[in-house]
């Protein structure tokens, strides 16, 4: 059954002392629900004639006058928002920059939420960003958020996922070939001759570190007579290296790893000065490679190899992907951008005083959007 309300009980509603609704402004201009959203989000697809009534409707009900709500009556550039797991990371830092690059070269304002790795702050933003009827939103989730996804693209408001699979395709999203970059980074002290390794690593809910760690079994089971202990902690900080590395040194030194993987740099670089502090040298007596770049390791005493993220890139992209959605909504076809790290390979695996070597990034690519 579908109710309705008439122009009086809509006009009432809004004397009630609470919050007009959207269904209030429907009545009163006398237009579907639908028409609202589309008159607010995206204003191209609706008659000047249609956005004139729910303008004067939403002028006289005292609705909510947002960024959306004033671009339609004055012509303002189209609003956006990201949200970031925690922003004392390069990759959060990376993929802000990359999304304001690419909004800002599609003419559109955004807007930065940070959650600080806090999963109930995540929520309240997008919450936020929603509620002020945003014209689309960049997620870069701390972890599984598929629930907060549905829940935007049930509004109705566009959404781009970095770095997350969330396994629908009603949304675009950039990824980064985190089996890859696991791969990669076992591979290179396989190669150097490393036969027990240990994959460092936190947060046991993060699918990124999942995928790494997939990838860092794949390259193991690839050569004969290699090893691989995992050992977790609930974060990815320099003292969870500091404790990681306790746990090594714990271990009688013929079982001790000749190659450790950390899952962040900043855990190297806990991992390096607890290991330093006992007398046991990297690179000498044992390996290290972070899968991803951190700037507060740049100061390290030894330069830890590491693979990069494209950060900067997929925030762009997922700019790019958000605007055109917004531009073309009938048109738009959504997918999934895969972009690829890159190795850098420093003294922490060649040896002291080497100089650092780039290995290109296989071949990005793209496919239309089923993240399953």
């Given amino acids: 059954m579908v109710e309705s309300e008439s122009e009086s009980d809509a006009q009432r509603g809004a004397t009630r002392g609470s919050r007009p609704s959207m269904r209030e402004v429907a009545s009163l201009a006398g237009v579907s629900i639908a028409t609202v959203s589309y008159a ?48 004392s990371h390069s990759f959060s830092v ?71 699979r969330s396994g629908a395709d009603d949304h675009c999203t950039v990824l980064m070939d985190n089996d890859d970059v696991g791969y990669r980074a076992a591979d290179h002290l396989i190669s150097l001759g490393c036969r027990r390794l240990v994959f460092a690593t936190g947060y046991a809910r993060a699918q990124p570190l999942h995928e790494r760690r997939h990838g860092i079994e794949r390259a193991v089971a690839d050569r004969d007579g290699v090893g691989l202990d995992v050992l977790m902690r609930e974060r990815v900080d320099a003292e969870d290296g500091r404790a990681i590395a306790r746990r090594i040194l714990a271990t009688p030194l013929e079982a001790r790893p000749d190659g450790v993987i950390a899952a962040t740099e900043i855990m190297a670089l806990g991992l390096l000065q607890e290991l330093a502090a006992e007398g046991v040298r990297v690179p000498e007596d044992m390996l290290l490679i972070s899968t991803e770049e951190d700037w507060r390791a740049v100061d390290a005493p030894v330069r830890i190899s590491r693979l990069k993220e494209p950060a900067f890139e997929m925030g762009r992209q997922a700019a790019v992907l958000l605007a055109d959605e917004i531009a073309n909504p009938e048109t738009h076809r959504h997918r999934t951008v895969t972009l690829a790290a890159t190795l850098f390979a420093a003294e922490s695996t060649l040896g002291r005083g080497a100089p650092t070597v780039e290995e290109s990034p296989s071949q990005s690519h793209e496919r239309p959007a089923a993240n399953s």
Avoid: C
Wanted: hydrophobic share 40%; proline share 3%.
């Fill in 40 to 87: 607010i989000r995206s204003p191209s697809r609706v008659s000047a004639t249609t956005r004139e009534k729910v303008q004067r409707a939403i002028d006289d009900l005292g609705f909510v006058v947002n960024s959306a709500a004033r671009s339609m009556r004055t012509g303002g550039t189209p609003g956006m928002g990201v949200v970031v797991g925690d922003l």
């Fill in 94 to 164: 990376g993929v802000v920059r990359g999304a304001q690059a690419g909004a800002r070269d599609s003419g559109a304002t955004m807007l930065i939420a940070n959650a600080d790795r806090d999963d109930w702050e995540q929520s309240r933003y997008i919450e936020l960003f929603d509620q002020a009827r945003l014209q689309g939103i960049i997620l870069a989730p701390l972890d599984e958020s598929r629930a907060e996804i549905a829940r935007l693209r049930e509004h109705g408001s566009p959404v781009v996922v970095v770095n997350y």
